[in-house]
């Protein structure tokens, strides 16, 4: 597909995301699967959504859906300056007693051509809005990342694949569909796939349009 080898590739930057026995297991009980997945089976959901695979971080600004073992509270600013620098949030997780989190790489695919430090875009109702997509350190993913999947979600990083609750018809219409695109964490395997959800959502959650495409990496040998 012409489309996926024109896209933009940007690195947003790090983040050390709770494991799955961090959380309490009743944080996806079977009604939130059934209204927010459309692959309910997934035992572990994960996404750039930290709503949805909460962080080990904390922030005193914000109040966490879910108590997070080894979690730790930082004061950084939770929309520029944490996951800007890999080796001071791991530093910073280490020292304060958290182990075993799962460091990861946040990457961003746009057709789009950011402003210097920041993403613009105009949502549905004509209001121009931005994001960061300041340079982290390091510049480049770290070798033997291992690609996770292709997220869909805002500029604020409200996942629309799994974040955005689907009416019992789209459930079943979207589910026959998508379910089995999905890879064993709920997310999208394939590039072309994540452009064609990306189109998908923009048309379905028009609310929060436009979306964007987000791929995820774990750090292997960091956590």
Known sequence: MAEAHSLK???LGFDIRARQEAYPADFWLD???????????????????????????????FRPMVEVQDAVV???????DLGLDLSEIVELYTQNGGKNGVPIAIELLSH??????????????????GFY???PSPRELPAGSTFIGYDIADGGQLSGLSNCGYLPEET????KEWAPRLNEFGLLSALEDAIRFKSL?????????PFWIYALYRLNGMG
């Open 172 to 175: 079943t219409t979207l589910g």
């Open 9 to 11: 590739k940007y690195l």
């Open 74 to 80: 930082t004061t950084f600013d939770r929309e520029k």
């Open 201 to 209: 959502t923009d048309k379905r959650v028009i609310e929060q349009a």
């Open 31 to 61: 009604s939130r699967r059934e209204e927010y997945l459309l692959k309910p089976s997934v035992k572990w959901p994960l996404s750039v959504d930290d709503m949805v695979w909460p962080s080990v971080f904390a922030y005193k600004e």
């Open 112 to 129: 789009q051509q950011a402003e210097g430090e920041v993403m613009t875009y105009r949502d549905a109702k004509g209001i121009d809005f």
């Open 133 to 135: 997509v300041t340079t």
